[in-house]
Structures are given as C-alpha cells and as structure tokens.
C-alpha cells in the first residue's frame, strides 16, 4: 500500500515535467522558425 | 509568523524584481510604437502551440485553485486532489470541441459577448459582457489576496504592502502590449510553476518522511479519507465542482480570448496539452495537502489557506523556498494578466466598439487608449475589494453559477438555428432567479420544494452530462447520455440532493436555463444563417500587426441580411 501511494504522490510530478518538456520544445521550434523568417514569435 | 521560515526582505524584493521586471523585459522585446487594437485582444490569431498551451495552462492554473486542491487533500485525504484538479483538468478537455465550433464560426471575433451580439443581439451580448467584468474582477480581486497573503506569510512585508507590489508588476507588463504581453510572459510563468511543481512535491514528499509517513501517519485519517472512492468527497467537492468548472469553461472571457489566439489547427493540440499540464500540477499540489494530513500538521490559525505556505516553509530550504515563492507568484501573476486582458477586451470590443463608437465609427487608436484604461480602472478595482473584507468565494459561486445558467443558451445558440435572443436571455434570468434560493436557501427545502428542488436538480445532472457528450458524439449520444442519467441518477438523488445546496443550487441553474430556452426557442419557426457571424465579427484595425487577410470582413462593413430571426 505505501508503495502505491507513494506512486501516486511522485507520479503527478513526472507527468508536469513531460508537459514542461513538451511545451519548451514547441516554444524554442516556434522561436527559431520565427527568428529565420524575420519576424516576432507573436 | 508564528517561528515559520520567512524570507529576507531583501531577496523577497530581489525575487519580486526578477519576476516581474523579467517579464516587463519579454513585454518590452515584443512591444511596438503603435500597438494594433486586434492584436492587443488576441495577437492576431496566428499564436503557436508552444505559447498558446504554455498560456492556457498558466491561466488555467491559478494560486487559489493550488491553495483549494491542497485544502481537498487535506479535507477529504487521498481522493481530494483529483476531485479537484482531475475534473478542472477534464473540463479543458470537454469544451475544446465547443472551442472549435465557436472559431469555426466566427475565426475573426476577439470576445465571446462580440458573437453573441453577432448572432443575438444586445441583450444576450451584455449578458454575457457583464458576467465575465465580474468574474474577472472577482478572479483578480482573489489573485491579489492571494499574493498580499504570501507575501505576509513568507517575507517581513505586510498584506497591503504585497497586494500593492504585485498590482503594479502585472500592470507594468501587460499595460502596453496587452493580450501579446500576457501570453508571452505565460511562457516564462509556465516555466516557473510547473518546473517548481516537479522540484518542491517530491523534496516535500521525502523530508516529510517518504513512503514511511503511509504507516506512521495513518492514523490520522479517517476511513473517508483513506478511501480513494470516498462518497464524502465526491458529493462535497467532486460533484459541485464538475457543474461549476463547465460554466467557467464555456463562459470565461479568459478562456475564450486564447481561443481566439491560437492558430486555428492547433486548438485540439493546445487544450489536450493544458489538460495534462494543469491536470498533474494542480493534483500535485494538492498532494502537500495529503501529505500534510498523514504528517499530523494543522494549519496555522486553523485556516486551512495557510497550508501550502506553511508546508513549504516548514520543510523547504531557503533556496527552494525561494522556488516556491516564485510558483505562487508566476500562478497569481498568469490568471492576474489573463483577467487584466479580458476585461480590457471586452471594454474594447462590447462597449466601446459596439456600444458607444458604433462599429463603423469605431477608432483603433482610441480602441487601445480605451484597453489601458480600463486594465488601470481594473487594478485600482482589485487593489479596493482585495483591501475589503468581502468573501471572495462566495462571489465566486455566485459566478460560477450566472454562469451555469448561461452554458445551455451559449452553447445551443452556436449549434441551433432556431434560438432567439428571447430565448437566450429570458433562460438566463430564469436559471438565475431559480439557483438564489436554492443556494442560498431563501425558501425552505424540507417539504415539497425540496423535492421539486430535488427533481429539477436531477434534470440538472442529465443536462451537464448531456452537454458533456454533444461537444464529442453529437446530439443524438448527448440526449441519449443524459436521458440515461437523469433517469439512473433519479433514485438517488431525489430526497437527497438539497442537502447539499452548492451542487443544486448550480444544478436547478443549468436545468432551469435549459428547459426554458428549449421551449421559447421551439416557438420559433425561423432559423438563423451562422455565416453570418464571420461577417459581423472582423477585424477593428487595419494597421500592421493584425492578421486579417485582405478578403475577411472588417467590423462594420455591409452585411447582407439573410435568415435573421431575432
């Protein structure tokens, strides 16, 4: 039983890092496709 | 206060200076001599994946939703989190096909009141515009006492000193750029809070004792509270929460407007990915509060706000505790802008653009002079009420549920050619006048009205889920769902159900609101031509910086006039 809670307390900070990761990624593809064209990313 | 760990005024300052002149930077690199009114309200409507969903989860998440998911956790025990952050979380995901249509409808639109006086008229705008200033406001307002109360429980300063500091830093910001400042700068906040969510959870998790603490700390919870299927919470959070967060989902201007911003093939990747994101940081949150429960800890002065604060000083260190000043302040800050930018909008667009200029008249400069006066009159707004002594979580149900008799109405009339302004705004006041006393029990509910309350509200449970389903599977899944529903739900909740007036309450809103627009608007045999809101809802300023190609309508060019009805 502990060791389930356990992993239900540590598994929401993994799923945030992903979203993170997923998020910083797009941004920095989203910057350097804005950056070559010249133009602001908004 | 009270021996906790605090903050040096001078980092307090130092960090306050960082996070906000920081993003005063990123609204500086992206600002223009003359800004574009379209772009002040949606930054034109080309926004990427990667801000779009960094904004709407930032806005989505903010600081009293972390402080109320960590108060579920410690409420209600291990299934508290979830009734709490898994259905807010659930919501973006539900509403992102009602997102499609609207945008489907009216791409070139900046406020959902603009559409609605589009399709309807000026009632059902107005509606809908006077709902969101005070939600805004009222989101604003707690965001700042937030803020004010961190400030006073982690640093030297005072309340009023905080909520004065993060007032003028969100302006800063936002002032100039508007809509574009407080999307970028999410970016930046989204980064903050949930990279602080991934840190400070597990480190609170371990000094607190680990997989130990499930053992030692046992005892402290009740069978409820042990259960993850716990009726308690789910009648007491889970379930009024479902029925509300629909209604600021569909109805929240703060919502909408980034709905408006992304590109519009990116709005299933957008939502689907702030589900997850503030899905996993709100519930993981909410676990300080699980794990404050098993620790044995009470909330400082008894009041269960204190919490996060309080475990964050008592088992972070200095560096960390840092971090999650930062957290908080990126959370307030995020929902703060976002509410700064809508109620700028709707300023903008329903009142002065087509309330007082008249769309044809309508000046883009003036638009934006209008835009930064209002987020000026907003602040001051906040900064008043967050002084006062008003409970901010009582206005907010009452907005939640304005804003559950508006769902059906809003929804249908996007889909049902057939609904009038009539029927749009005579369901509102009707799902409105029936929720106050219930809520509020102004009548008694002992007898039979408790058990009309009961059925009603029972229709009530048919409707959201109903609603629920249409957004995914269509009309005939949704009646089915909900036919099902109310009549499974029925033995259950009838007798039962107004014993808790919070979830009626909301509940007798949808179904009232429902019936009533249903039966006005199949008095109607005419039907309204939806392509004429793309026609009605273009661009305010042809300047640089919009995205109107030169084919789309401009607000105030002749439409013609076909299948109106209302």
């Given amino acids: 039983m502990s060791i389930l ?26 910057w350097r496709t804005a950056r070559a064209e010249g133009r602001r990313i908004i | 206060m009270s021996g906790l760990q605090q903050l040096p ?24 001599k003359k800004e574009n009114a379209d772009g002040y309200m949606t930054g034109g409507g080309k926004i990427g994946f990667g801000i779009s969903a960094a904004s709407m989860t ?17 409420t209600y025990g291990i299934s508290g989190p979830i009734h709490y952050g898994l259905w807010g979380a659930l919501m973006i995901l539900l509403i992102y096909p009602f997102g499609r249509r609207i945008r489907a409808v009216a791409p070139r639109a900046h406020t959902i009141a603009e559409v609605m006086f589009a399709r309807h008229g000026r009632s059902s705008q107005l509606m809908l515009a006077g709902s969101n200033v005070l939600g805004s406001l009222i989101s604003l307002t707690s965001n700042l006492i937030a803020g004010g109360a961190l400030v006073d429980m982690l640093t030297p300063y005072t309340f009023t000193q905080g909520i004065v500091a993060i007032a003028a830093g969100v302006l800063l910001y936002t002032l100039w750029s508007g809509f ?40 402290n919870l009740t069978p409820q509270q042990q259960d993850f299927f716990s009726s308690d919470a789910f009648y007491n959070q ?18 909408a407007q980034r709905l408006f911003a992304v590109r519009e093939d990116l709005i299933k990747k957008t939502f689907v990915t702030a589900t997850f994101g503030y899905g996993a940081a709100i519930i993981g949150i909410g676990m300080l509060g699980v794990i404050a429960l098993y620790a044995g800890v009470e909330p400082l002065n008894g009041d269960v706000n204190n919490l996060i604060p309080q475990m964050a000083a008592t088992y972070l260190n200095p560096a960390l505790l840092c971090l999650f000043f930062v957290m908080i302040i990126g959370s307030l800050s995020s929902t703060a802008d976002a509410d700064l930018t809508a109620l700028s909008s709707i300023v903008m667009a329903d009142v002065y653009g087509q309330n007082v200029a008249g769309k044809k008249r309508a000046n ?15 602040i001051a707004a906040g900064l008043y009420f967050a002084g006062s002594k008003l409970n901010i979580l009582d206005l907010l149900v009452f907005v939640g549920a304005m804003w559950g008799a508006l ?31 219930v809520r509020f029990s102004w009548v008694d509910l002992s007898g039979g009205l408790g058990l009309v309350s009961d059925v009603v509200s029972t229709l009530g449970v048919g409707i959201v889920l109903g609603l629920m389903a249409f957004g995914f599977f269509g009309k005939r899944v949704a009646l089915v769902i909900g036919a099902v529903a109310t009549l499974a739900a029925a033995p259950f909740t009838i007798g039962f159900l107004h014993t808790y007036p919070v979830l009626s309450g909301s509940l007798v809103a949808y179904a009232v609101s429902t019936v009533v ?18 026609e009605r809802t273009g661009d305010f300023d042809n300047e640089p910086g919009g995205a109107r190609p030169a084919d789309e309508p401009r607000q105030g060019d002749p439409v013609a006039a076909r299948g109106e009805n209302s």
Avoid: H
């Fill in chain 2, 180 to 219: 574009r400042a407080s999307v970028l700068t999410d970016f930046a906040q989204v980064l903050a809070m949930l990279g602080a969510v991934a840190v400070i959870i597990p480190i609170v998790f371990f000094t607190a004792g680990g997989p130990g603490l499930f053992e030692t700390g046992a005892a």
């Fill in chain 2, 238 to 255: 889970g379930a009024p929460y479902i029925a509300a967060v629909l209604a600021y989902a569909i109805g929240n201007q703060t919502i």
């Fill in chain 2, 58 to 74: 930032a806005t989505w998440i903010w600081a009293s939703s972390m402080y109320a998911s960590a108060t579920s956790g410690y």
């Fill in chain 2, 364 to 378: 883009p400069r003036t638009m934006i002079l209008v835009g930064r006066i209002t987020m000026v009159v907003a």
């Fill in chain 2, 9 to 32: 005024g001078s980092v307090a300052i130092l960090l306050l200076l960082l996070f906000f002149g920081g993003s005063f930077y990123m609204s500086v690199r992206i600002s223009k």
């Fill in chain 1, 5 to 30: 809670l356990t992993l239900y307390v540590l598994v929401w900070p993994l799923i945030v890092a992903g979203v993170l990761f997923v998020i910083v990624r797009a941004f920095l593809r989203e």
């Fill in chain 2, 517 to 534: 627009c249903v039966a006005l608007t199949l008095r109607n045999k005419g039907t309204f031509d939806f392509a004429l809101i793309k």
């Fill in chain 2, 407 to 437: 769902v059906f109405p809003v929804i249908a009339s996007f889909y049902w050619g057939r609904v009038t302004n009539l029927a749009f705004s005579v369901a509102v006041v009707a799902g409105l006048a029936a929720f106050l006393p």
